[in-house]
């Protein structure tokens, strides 16, 4: 897979594109969510800007509201909120990006937080139709299989 070092778009696979929503959850931190449509897309917090560092981890900025993590807010005592914003712990920033299958790239891509695990849209909705996106600690490669672990990568 060649390096991620650009300004993107991010897709579900299932749920759609992510954003940074413009509601903030506290201390100015955005949630990250997922929309089926793509009315949107042109607005800055659904662009992300991924680069790669040394150690083979990325880092994923959205355009609006700054870097996107795993944070230690949970959902349900497992799932962890992903968000965007100002992060303490690097480790939270620090993402693993690759293919599902690289002999299928065609399948999708994973995205695993180096400290929470593979990054996923929710089945439930938050508000309309958009998807809160988590990491799930508890998730193995069982779970790529399903739609709402893919995602695309797509340049801006």
């Known amino acids: 897979m060649k390096d991620l ?18 509601g903030d959850k506290d201390e100015n ?9 793509d009315d949107d897309i042109n607005y800055e917090k659904f662009k992300f800007k991924i680069t790669k560092h040394p150690g083979g981890y990325y880092s994923i900025e959205n355009l609006k509201y700054g870097t996107m ?3 230690s807010t949970t959902k349900d ?10 992060v303490g ?12 299958n690289e002999d299928h790239p065609m399948l999708g891509m994973y ?22 996106v988590e990491t799930a600690p508890d998730s193995g490669e069982n779970e790529l299989k399903l739609d709402k672990y893919k995602f695309r990568i797509v340049p801006v």
Do not use: C
């Not at 650009?6 to 696979?13: E, F, P, T």
């Not at 089945?123 to 809160?132: E, P």
């Open 89 to 100: 712990d690097v480790a939270k920033s620090q993402w693993r990006i690759g293919y599902i």
């Open 77 to 86: 005592e497992n799932d962890h909120y992903v968000e965007a914003g100002n």
């Open 5 to 22: 070092d650009g300004i993107y778009y991010i897709q579900n696979l299932r749920y759609g594109y992510i954003f940074a929503a413009d």
């Open 111 to 132: 995205i695993q937080n180096v400290k929470f695990s593979y990054m996923f849209a929710a089945s439930t909705t938050k508000k309309g139709s958009d998807h809160v």
């Open 69 to 71: 993590f795993a944070a």
């Open 29 to 37: 931190d955005h949630i990250v969510e997922s929309r089926p449509s």
